[in-house]
C-alpha cells in the first residue's frame, strides 16, 4: 500500500464548477500538506500549504485537512481552462529530513 | 518564493556518457533537493542536496550514479553518469527554506539518452 493514495483520473469537468480533489493517506506522522499545480512542461507550483487539520482559503481555492480520517481536499470554485493541469497532494512529517511523500497526481481538464 | 533556475533545459545524450545539471536559486537557500519524474507520473526523491557534507540518497539511488554538488547556499549539481535508455526522465531540483517548510521547484531538465 502507498504511503500517500490519488486517483489519477482523468477528471473533466465544464467550466465554472466546482471541482473536488483528494488524497487519503496511512502514516499519521505527516503534518505538513500542499497541493501543487503542474502544468505540461513545467515544475510544480505550490498551491496551498497546511499544518495539521482544518481549512484553509486562498482566492478561488480550498484546502481541506483532517487527521482523523487521513483525507486531505482541495476544492477549485468556478473553474476554468486555465486550470487544466495535473494536481499533486504532498505531505510531510514531523522530523527534520524535509522529504516529499507525493501522491500520484489527478489531471484535471476543464472544459470551456 | 524563490526563483529557480535549471540548465540545461533539455538535452539528448548518448548512451554512456555524463550529463550535469545545474540548479540556481536567487536566495539562499537551507535544503536542496533532486527528483526524477517519468511522463505522466509522479516525482521520486532522488537525494537531498546537503550544503557543506555528502548528499544523502533514497533507495534505489546511488552516489557513483548520480553524484551530487552543493557548493554553496544557492547553488547545486545533479550528475547522471554512464547514461542508459531507462534514464530518460525529467530531472527536477526544488528548494525549501527549512525541513518543514514546503519545496519550491525549477521547471525540470528534459533528457532522453539514445
Known amino acids: 500500500q502507498k504511503e500517500v493514495e490519488q486517483d489519477p483520473g482523468p477528471l473533466s469537468v465544464p467550466e465554472g464548477a466546482i471541482v473536488s480533489l483528494n488524497c487519503t493517506y496511512s502514516?499519521?506522522?505527516?503534518?505538513?500538506f500542499m497541493w501543487y499545480r503542474q502544468y505540461s512542461r513545467k515544475g510544480p507550483e505550490l498551491l496551498m500549504y497546511?499544518?495539521?487539520?482544518g481549512n484553509k482559503e486562498d482566492g478561488r481555492f480550498t484546502a481541506q485537512v483532517d487527521k482523523s480520517s487521513k483525507y486531505i481536499s482541495l476544492f477549485i470554485r468556478d473553474s476554468q481552462p486555465s486550470d487544466s493541469a495535473t494536481y499533486l497532494c504532498?505531505?510531510?512529517?514531523?522530523?527534520?529530513?524535509?522529504?516529499?511523500?507525493f501522491g500520484q497526481g489527478t489531471t484535471l481538464q476543464v472544459k470551456p | 518564493s524563490a526563483v529557480i533556475s535549471q540548465k540545461p533545459s533539455r538535452d539528448i545524450c548518448q548512451r554512456g556518457t555524463s550529463l550535469t545539471i545545474q540548479c540556481q536559486v536567487d536566495?539562499?537557500?537551507?535544503?536542496m533537493f533532486w527528483y526524477r519524474q517519468q511522463p505522466g507520473q509522479s516525482l521520486t526523491l532522488i537525494a537531498t542536496?546537503?550544503?557543506?557534507?555528502?548528499?544523502?540518497?533514497e533507495s534505489g539511488f546511488v552516489i557513483d550514479k548520480f553524484p551530487i554538488s552543493r557548493p554553496n547556499l544557492t547553488f547545486s549539481t545533479l550528475t547522471v553518469s554512464n547514461m542508459s535508455p531507462e534514464d530518460s526522465s525529467i530531472y527536477l531540483c526544488?528548494?525549501?527554506?527549512?525541513?518543514?517548510?514546503?519545496?519550491?521547484f525549477g521547471d525540470g531538465t528534459r533528457l532522453s539518452i539514445l
Open positions: 497546511t499544518y495539521s487539520s
Open positions: 526544488s528548494v525549501a527554506r527549512g525541513p518543514n517548510q514546503p519545496q519550491h
Open positions: 504532498a505531505m510531510i512529517t514531523s522530523s527534520n529530513t524535509g522529504k516529499l511523500i
Open positions: 536566495s539562499q537557500v537551507t535544503m
Open positions: 542536496a546537503n550544503q557543506g557534507s555528502e548528499a544523502t540518497y
Open positions: 502514516n499519521s506522522a505527516f503534518q505538513y
